[in-house]
């Protein structure tokens, strides 16, 4: 049964059972689930049906809600409403007592907010009425969700859920009805039977295993297959009821290996020892006596008492005879078409059989396969080719090869057993004989394709599809070796070859190493002339044609996706010089190379020809071995580039050996157009003699070993660049976590969210694209729809990293990535960064349902209207559509790469153990109007106007923001202030994080140059190496022929030195881009300093007169030579230091001074929010439009400014551990300050890009409390220039961090504390004050020399002052959430208006409190005479006025004799006899109180804390007026005149902000008069007319209602203070009149004197004490005429 009387809130019921049945007469307590969380939920109260809240009486704000409904059984719809703010359950609210400054606690909204008094008497007393928030404003603690109003998730009412049986899952349970249990169907399962819970479906196992037993209740386990009969491939891709299958059988005579598990096995062979029997391998058996002799493959073998090497003799008893050797005739033959050579071999000898004579030879067949030319080699095959090899058994037939021939009988004469295997090798040039690279497959003879009969005497057998290996280097020498293996063990008798082989021809693979690097740098040129779409292009195909080649795939790949985003290389700052040098050896080296190296194997031959000429030696024979119509070495290069190397080879032979080779250059003219060769006769070779071919060798070696020690210093070279970026990279990404740290603190610590920013977005747009639909104006729809991109592309950067792998929904990115080697190759795991999800990982595809989704959703539908409304515009011949057709793709391409930045760059930057340069490049594709920088975001930025942007940034500040207490128009200027910070900073923070993945990717791109100097370092020592062996095989008086392509004249060894041509290509052009780089980074700080323009090497050194243009050399470009390079370094250099003089002489030829910025809770909210909440402070300083950028000089100081010690005795005591070791600098008591600027961020306009800066110091200020004269700084913190010129820049991150100086400890910030910074820039030209930065005119300052820190002055004349309230303001604050936007109305007050003068703007009272009209009116004109009318009115009233003061001063003289003494006791102004006690309340004051006087001292203590009590003490010049007052200009600076000093305080004080800044546009500056005793020494200055002020107004109305309640003795007692106060300068007229008032209290019979006479006495008498002091300070003539007044003061008491 329901409870009308609840026992206990809604929110403290944790079971759905508990819930429902709470409710009382308010409302019900209903159950809500989560709709991604199944069977969480949480109790909260609501109504059945619709009930909006009812709007009550005064308080803050109209309660939201959110909407449910459901379909009924009867087909009526049930509704619900639930609060975001419970007013409903017991215990859910409560009222505060009264409060300075009150809050509700986290998790509270005040729905209630009264002053203690009223709004115009201590209004920052107040007292709150508290209630709990149910719907949670940050969108991921307890609560509900909500979309567009309409509840997300699930309601229960009157009924729960049943719970049902494990296996089983409740169906139809909604708000009435607990539902039936349904048991799970075949392949779901439900583990829990819990309410919210559902039947899962089962899952597929991993390769290798199977799910057994799933469901209903259970999951299931996964079992393996069973090893050696059983496998399964498929894994998490396939379905549950995935089965394993068997492994399949094998031919005869072959075996299944490593069938199980996830893998099906292969068939192969028996090995030695064994057989096969089907379908096993069994091993050989034991002979009793003897040797098994045969056994493998698929025969049993037999035994035989003769050993290896020997048979038996048949008809005998086991004699054993030794095989014979073979006499057969060994010359080289051809036959079946095959050149058959080499030694003959006997296979088959043992037991019975006396064996066979063989000779194997081989060759590949490479019809209709593919040629990938290479520049080594035009025949190479492409990667991963399927070629065909043939061989033959020369000497015996396919019958005898059979497996039931050779089973080691007399008649069969066979011992034998064997199988075929074929292998790739390759020749290297430490083993001419070849290496092992891959096994291709074995066979048996009938698996294999023959060619010939049965019975012929020469077996050809043939395997086609042979799949060569990929990801092979490009290399040639490869080539196919065709094993023989004999199982039984019997070959092969007699000789050392054991197994028997056969080598094909050599060939070439390619691979795409030569491709990418082709493609790459013809990219890079490209992209220096402008075409980056074409270098996108180009990229992105070589990435989609190279899909099987990793090390080609990635570079090609990564280098297209760093082009998506526009990025080009920077490079890091290094001496030009040493580049230069590198690339001058390189340059040299790789022309005399060019000339060396023979460029065809027609001129190889000819080199080698005469070392190798003599009968022993191997050319001897035949120069055609191995070059016959299948070879695919056989064609030369026809090319024109040949012949005339052909020349230069031979004439640089010639000049070696000192011989004419005119003939030779004939030969090799002639020689050059052959094409192939022929198989009877060699070609035609050139005429080397042996010295010569010696002597061009030699200096190929030479040269050969110098390429090889320049490409090793241009690797040091290299990998000190690579080196050097890595190291930029720490500090850059420590400093943009610090950015991203702070910023988050900041903003939570200041009020803001991004959720309730995101919510009330979306809610706005939705909103107003629904009322733009259905406009007919198509200017006002297109100029709203412009409006409407930029702020979509604003809130879209806002909410860059938002949502991740967590619930966390803030400005926090939280990057944990760290820098790691740049190791090469990189780890290429996925994703970027190489970090795993931590576990419990939220998916990213449901934490961005929270915030990003509904922002999308009405984005999406935003373009599709803009889309529609640009072409309806376009068939307009009266519309111009530019703005529209340009903004909409540039924000509908922001949205996307917002979505991809943040899921595949911060989030996987994100987790634990991620790695700046793991992990492949994101595919993210970047509009091409983000400019040469690729800063996109950042361009996005700029294209956003601040103020649209600042209008959905205010709606993150809720209510816990607003300070109600404020006048609302200061506080809408702060929280605009608040806006502009968080965007500025957001913004700031998002070019930083450009920036830094700009050098990421240009680090990625630079990594590899190292390893390609390594190559080509090595490449270069392995060809002398390869030189020097032929050089001394020639040597050798005794080499015999050898076998295969193993020979000098063999096109591998050609196609080795052709390797090394492209490497030394590769080194040459590596040289050129370091080279490139370097001078690149000297000329952009050369522009840097001189304050050139720059706009990415677009258009911005095209306008530098002092740069020499100088392009790197490439294969497609012969660029500039390296000479050239020191000539455009020299240009560079040469402005450099005539900018640094520059700079030098313009500091020597102006005055230095100090800008000043004052982070106060006004002026910067949340920059002094983080100062507060963490103990640092980040701001950001941007140089105004049209000024490229701020520079300043090594000097910049900070002050913490405290309120003075009558109000605040002990300011800025030590807190909380910071776990930080203290400087120990000083002993004494100080606070230290730490002033540091983020590289970064600098110039928003991107004009010019800031150089890189390593080891820069922090500015530390330590000073003592309350003073502004900092301590000895130490000499090692001091801030080094080494020109006395502005050369850092000012404009970008600052970040300031605030310690007790000997303790180390985070500061407690006092209320009112003021943080002032101060740079030491140059004295600009033009008039003060200047635009000194964005939005803001400024005068420069000097040091106090004082200390104090009122005395800062400013350099020229005095400053303007500004009013207090901004120009514009916003009528209403509010807070926007998706269900509703809740109004924050505001207290009654009295009113102002802002009237705008010229340059500056007047406050005067707001005569009507009706609604302001929606349009103004037009001003009134008044005409001449009007002015002179006004005048004599005027100069009338002031006639009136001063003959009405004298007659009001003489009758209060001569009522100053008539007090009674009685009713001045009885209002303190009268000591009261002794005994007699009066009780002092220490609470907040109170109205109800007679005495007055703590009243009094309530509000003179909270007037420096409260700006509007503040204000009512202005100056009366100041309240009267807000013109700024004439500035005294100089073209020097100058002291202040002492006796100018009392009228510099009239003028300008620490409140005073000069025209122009943040303050005149409607910020308050009153916390700095309260900082400074000038401003406050004139507040009591009385005797004068003044103009009443607004605030001054109130403050009297109020001080007057609080007058009211004195009895007539205490409105006595005031008469006689204001009276003594006329006459206070003289101490005798106190001590006559406190004479006066007793003799009056001991003559009189009635009561005693009143203690409140008897108080103002003893006040009068010591505030004559104080002027007294203050008269003798004075000039002689003003302490006479104050003695005088005070004798006339005497007289008349």
């Known amino acids: 049964a329901l409870l009308h009387q609840a026992s206990g809130a809604c929110f403290k019921h944790v079971s759905c059972t508990s819930c429902i049945a709470e409710s009382n007469d308010a409302g019900y307590c209903m159950w809500y689930t989560q709709p991604r969380l199944e069977g969480i939920g949480a109790c909260v109260a609501g109504h059945p049906g619709y009930a909006p809240p009812q709007e009550l009486s005064g308080q803050l704000a109209t309660d939201a809600y959110g909407l449910w409904s459901m379909a009924l059984s009867t087909g009526e719809t049930a509704y619900f409403t639930v609060h975001d703010i419970d007013q409903i359950s017991d215990d859910s609210c409560y009222t505060t007592e009264c409060l300075y400054q009150a809050q509700c606690d986290p998790g509270y909204y005040a729905v209630e907010n009264n002053p203690c008094y009223s709004d115009d008497v201590f209004p920052a007393w107040r007292e709150l009425h508290c209630c709990r928030q149910q719907r949670n404003i940050n969108g991921y603690l307890r609560g509900f969700e909500a979309t567009h109003g309409i509840i997300d998730g699930k309601l229960f009412y009157a009924s729960c859920c049943a719970t049902c049986y494990p296996g089983e899952v409740i169906v139809g349970c909604h708000a009435y009805f607990a539902g039936v249990c349904q048991t799970c169907a075949a392949g779901r399962f439900n583990p829990t039977g819990s309410p919210g819970s559902s039947c899962e479906e089962c899952q597929p196992c991993e390769a290798g295993k199977i799910r057994r037993g799933c469901g209903p209740a259970t999951a299931g386990l996964c079992v393996e297959c069973e090893a050696g009969s059983e496998f399964k491939t498929i894994g998490l891709e396939g379905a549950w009821t995935d089965t394993c299958q068997a492994c399949e059988s094998c031919p005869r005579g072959h075996v299944r290996v490593g069938c199980g598990g996830a893998d099906p096995g292969y068939c192969s062979p028996c090995v030695g020892g064994s057989f096969f029997a089907a379908p096993f391998c069994r091993t050989c058996f034991t002979c009793i006596q003897g040797e098994r002799r045969g056994c493998g493959g698929q025969q049993i073998g037999v035994c035989t008492d003769c050993r290896s090497g020997r048979y038996e003799v048949a008809n005998t008893e086991g004699a054993c005879l030794d095989c014979e050797t073979c006499s057969e005739d060994e010359a080289e033959m051809s036959a079946d078409g095959f050149q058959v050579s080499g030694p003959w071999v006997r296979v088959g000898c043992g037991a019975a059989a006396t064996g066979k004579c063989v000779r194997m030879a081989a060759q590949l067949n490479l019809e209709g396969v593919t040629r990938c030319p290479t520049a080594a080699d035009p025949e190479a095959l492409c990667e991963g080719a399927s070629v065909s090899a043939r061989w033959t058994m020369h000497g015996l037939s396919l019958r005898q090869l059979d497996a039931e021939y050779g089973n ?182 790789h022309e005399v190379m060019v000339q060396l190296i023979p460029p065809n194997l027609t001129v190889w031959r000819s080199l080698v020809q005469p070392l190798f000429a003599a009968p022993e030696r ?85 040269e050969a070993l110098q390429a090889a020690a320049g490409a090793e210093a241009l690797r040091a070279q290299w990998q000190s660049e690579v080196s050097s970026c890595v190291q930029l990279l720490a500090p850059k990404l420590r400093e943009l976590q610090e950015i991203d740290k702070l910023l988050g603190e900041s903003a939570e610590a200041a009020g803001f969210s991004v959720v309730r920013m995101a919510q009330a977005v979306t809610w706005k747009l939705r909103k107003e694209l629904q009322d733009l639909v259905n406009a007919t104006d198509l200017v006002e729809k297109e100029q709203k729809s412009i409006d409407v991109l930029q702020r979509i592309g604003s809130m879209a950067l806002m909410m860059l990293g938002t949502w991740g792998q967590s619930w966390y929904h803030g400005l926090e990115w939280r990057l944990l990535v760290q820098v790691d080697s740049a190791a090469w190759p990189p780890s290429m795991m996925p994703p970027l960064g190489g970090g795993l999800s931590m576990p419990g990982a939220v998916p990213i595809a449901d934490t961005r349902q929270r915030v990003w989704e509904p922002f999308l959703e009405v984005a999406e539908s ?177 080499m015999s022929s050898s076998a295969g392509s193993d020979r000098p004249e063999a096109a591998w060894h050609w196609h080795e030195l052709r390797k090394l041509r492209s490497a030394l290509d590769l080194s040459r052009r590596s040289a050129a881009l370091l080279a490139r780089r370097r001078l690149s980074r000297l000329e952009l700080l050369t522009a840097w300093v ?75 909210p949340v920059a002094y929010a983080g100062l507060v909440q963490t103990g640092s402070a980040m701001l950001r300083l941007m140089a105004p439009a049209g000024r490229d950028h701020m520079m300043m000089h090594s000097d910049a100081k900070a002050f913490l400014i405290s309120l003075p010690a009558s109000q605040l005795p002990d300011p800025l005591q030590a807190g909380a551990e910071t776990g930080e070791a203290p400087s120990g600098a000083f002993p004494q008591p100080h606070v230290e300050l730490r002033l540091k ?146 109004l924050i109305p505001t207290t009654s007050r009295q009113g102002v208006i802002i009237v705008e003068e010229e340059e500056d703007l007047v406050l005067a009272p707001k005569r009507s409190t009706s609604l302001a009209p929606g349009a103004a009116p037009e001003p009134w004109t008044p005409p001449i005479w009007f002015y002179a009318v006004l005048f004599l009115l005027v100069l009338g009233a002031m006639v009136l006025a001063v003959r009405w003061t004298f007659k009001y001063q003489r009758r209060r003289i001569q009522n100053a004799g008539k007090i009674v003494p009685e009713a001045l006791q009885e209002e303190g102004k009268v000591p009261v006899e002794e005994g007699t006690s009066q009780a002092t309340q220490e609470a907040a004051p109170t109205i109800l109180t007679k005495d007055g006087s703590a009243l009094r001292e309530a509000a003179a203590v909270k007037a420096s804390e409260n700006p509007y009590l503040a204000m009512a003490k202005k100056s009366p010049k100041k309240m009267a007026s807000r013109k700024s007052g004439s500035w005294e200009i100089s073209d020097t600076p100058r002291e202040d005149d002492p006796k100018n000093e009392d009228e510099d305080n009239k003028s300008w004080s620490e409140a005073s902000t000069p025209e122009g800044s943040d303050a ?46 004195f009895s007539p003795d205490a409105l006595t007692a005031g008469a006689l203070r204001a009276h003594a106060q006329d006459f206070l300068p003289d101490a005798r007229a106190a001590q006559a009149l406190e004479a006066h008032a007793k003799s009056l209290a001991s003559s009189s019979t009635g009561p005693a004197p009143a203690p409140a006479l008897l108080q103002a006495l003893q006040e009068f008498k010591e505030l004559g004490g104080v002027r007294r002091r203050d008269a003798e300070a004075r000039p002689e003539e003003e302490k006479e005429g104050a003695e005088a007044r005070g004798v006339h003061a005497e007289v008349q008491g």
């Not at 985070?1306 to 030209?1325: A, H, K, N, S, W």
């Open 408 to 589: 080691c009988t007399a008649e069969a004469s066979l011992c034998l057993s064997g199988f075929w295997r074929v292998a790739l090798y390759r020749r290297e040039i430490d083993n001419f004989a070849g290496a092992e690279v891959a096994e291709l497959g074995d066979w048996f003879s009938a698996e294999l394709e023959q060619e010939s009969s049965l019975d012929a005497p020469n077996a050809v057998l043939m395997k086609r599809g042979l799949q060569l290996p990929s990801g092979l280097p490009e290399a040639s020498g490869y080539f196919l070796r065709v094993f023989f293996f004999d199982a039984g063990g019997s070959c092969c008798a007699g000789t050392s070859v054991a197994p028997l082989f056969a080598d094909s021809e050599d060939l070439s693979l390619a691979g795409h190493l030569l491709d990418v690097q082709a493609a790459v740098d013809v990219a890079a040129e490209d992209i220096s002339s402008g075409s980056w779409q074409a270098a996108h292009t180009l990229l992105s195909d070589t990435c989609a044609s190279h899909t099987g080649d990793i090390e080609g795939t990635w570079e090609a790949c990564e280098r297209s996706k760093a082009l998506q985003a526009d990025i080009a290389a920077l490079g890091a700052a290094f001496p030009v010089k040493e580049a230069g040098e590198r690339l001058l050896d390189m340059e040299q080296i």
């Open 618 to 702: 191997l050319l001897s024979n035949s120069t055609s071995n191995g070059t016959g119509p299948s070879s695919p070495n056989a064609t030369e290069e026809p090319s024109g580039e040949a012949n005339e190397s052909h020349g230069n080879a031979s004439s640089n032979a010639s000049a070696a050996s000192g011989s004419n080779a005119s003939n030779s250059s004939n030969a090799t003219a002639e020689s050059g157009t052959t094409s192939t060769t022929s198989t009877t006769a060699g070609p035609v070779l050139l005429d080397f003699t042996e010295e010569s071919a010696e002597a061009l060798l030699e200096q190929l070696k030479r």
């Open 862 to 1038: 935003w373009f599709s209207f803009a889309e529609e409304l640009r072409l309806e515009l376009e068939n307009q011949t009266d519309f111009g559509t530019s703005a529209l057709s340009r903004l909409l793709p540039i924000m509908h391409g922001a949205v996307d790469q917002v979505a991809a930045f943040t899921e595949e760059v911060l989030e996987p930057y994100a987790r634990e153990g991620s790695m700046l340069f793991a992990g492949p490049l994101p595919n993210i594709s970047q509009p091409a109007s983000c400019g040469n920088r690729g800063w996109c975001l950042s361009f996005v930025a700029r294209q956003v106007s601040e103020e649209l942007a600042l209008e959905d940034a205010w709606d993150g500040f809720g209510p816990q923001a607003v300070r109600p207490w404020i006048d609302p128009r200061v506080e809408d200027l702060r929280l605009k202030r608040a806006s502009t910070e968080i965007l500025q900073m957001a913004w700031g923070r998002i070019r930083i994080f450009e920036e830094l993945l700009l050098q990421v990717i240009d680090v990625r791109d630079i990594q590899k140059e190292p390893s390609i100097s390594a190559a080509a370092s090595a490449q270069s020592t392995h060809i002398a190496a390869h030189i020097d062996v032929i050089l001394q095989w020639s040597k050798w008086s005794n």
């Open 1090 to 1164: 001189s304050g050139q323009r720059d706009d990415g090497y677009s258009t911005g050194p095209a306008t530098w007169s002092w740069r020499q243009p100088w392009s790197p050399w490439s294969l497609h470009s012969a660029g500039s030579p390296a000479m050239a390079l020191f000539d455009a370094s020299a240009a560079a250099a040469a402005k450099l230091e005539a900018a640094i003089g520059d700079q030098e002489l313009h500091a020597a030829t102006r005055a230095q001074a100090y800008l000043r910025i004052d982070i106060s809770s006004d002026l910067h």
């Open 1237 to 1382: 600027r983020l590289s970064g961020a600098f110039d928003a306009a991107d004009t010019s890009v800031e150089p890189p800066q390593e080891g820069t110091l922090p500015f530390v200020t330590r000073h003592d409390r309350g003073t502004c004269m900092p301590l000895a700084q130490i000499q090692a913190e001091k801030a080094p220039e080494i020109v006395p010129a502005a050369l850092l820049p000012l404009d970008g991150f600052w970040v300031l961090t605030a310690r007790d100086g000997t303790t180390a400890r985070l500061l407690q910030i006092d209320e009112g504390t003021v943080l002032r910074l101060l740079f030491e820039i140059d004295v600009p030209d033009g008039t003060p004050p200047w635009p000194l930065l964005s939005d803001t005119r400024d005068v420069l300052y000097k040091l106090p020399e004082d200390g104090l820190c009122s005395g800062l002055r400013p350099i020229f004349g005095s400053a303007p002052e500004t009013s207090t309230f901004p120009p514009t303001t916003r009528t209403t604050l509010h807070t926007q959430t998706a269900t509703t936007i809740p």
């Open 1560 to 1605: 005149e546009e409607g910020g308050s500056s009153s916390h700095s008069s309260l900082h400074s005793p000038s401003s406050s020494s004139g507040d009591s200055s009385s005797g004068r007319s003044r103009s009443v002020s607004p605030r001054t107004a109130l403050a009297a109305k109020a001080l007057g209602a609080h007058a009211q309640n």
